[in-house]
């Protein structure tokens, strides 16, 4: 991931730069998708003690200002990317819950056709691949069962 400049990141969506919020985006840029849960154990372990509820308070307003994007896997904890505004989607293994990010331009289909059809102004597209990862499909041919993991960075 590029290098960014958290602070300046932040005062421009009109948010204060402290240690907490600077540390929960350099994680998750790092990450690429992380839980709230594992986002809090590494920014205590950067910047020491902060509480889950405080970390629950930073992504949310984070998410709000559009810093960052809550992906929502079925059965699986809410991961948090930030939001580089790059147009891509993602697949989720419906067994071990990894997400892995698709980028617009690898999506053959005509997304924006609807669009003009029912009279809409297209902004922004999101679409979601739920199905089976690489690792999964190879256990379950061995008749092993897929067990569940934490998300993986794309």
Partial sequence: MERMDY??????????ATGPRIAA???ANQAGHITVEELCK?????????STQAV???????TE????REVRPVDHAAVY????????????CNHCGRIQDVPARDVECELL????????????TEVTYWGTCAECRAKMKDGAEPHA??????
Avoid: C, W
């Avoid at 200002?65 to 960052?68: N, S, V």
């Fill in 7 to 16: 602070r300046l990141l932040l005062r421009s969506h009109g948010l204060r």
């Fill in 25 to 27: 985006l350099k994680e």
């Fill in 42 to 50: 590494r920014i205590t372990a950067q910047i020491g003690s902060v």
């Fill in 56 to 62: 629950y308070d930073i992504v949310h307003v984070l």
């Fill in 65 to 68: 200002k559009g810093l960052m």
């Fill in 81 to 92: 990317e930030i939001n580089l505004h790059d147009d891509h989607h993602h697949f989720i």
């Fill in 113 to 124: 056709a609807p669009a003009e059809k029912y009279g809409f102004s297209v902004e922004a």
């Fill in 149 to 154: 993991v934490q998300p993986q960075a794309a």
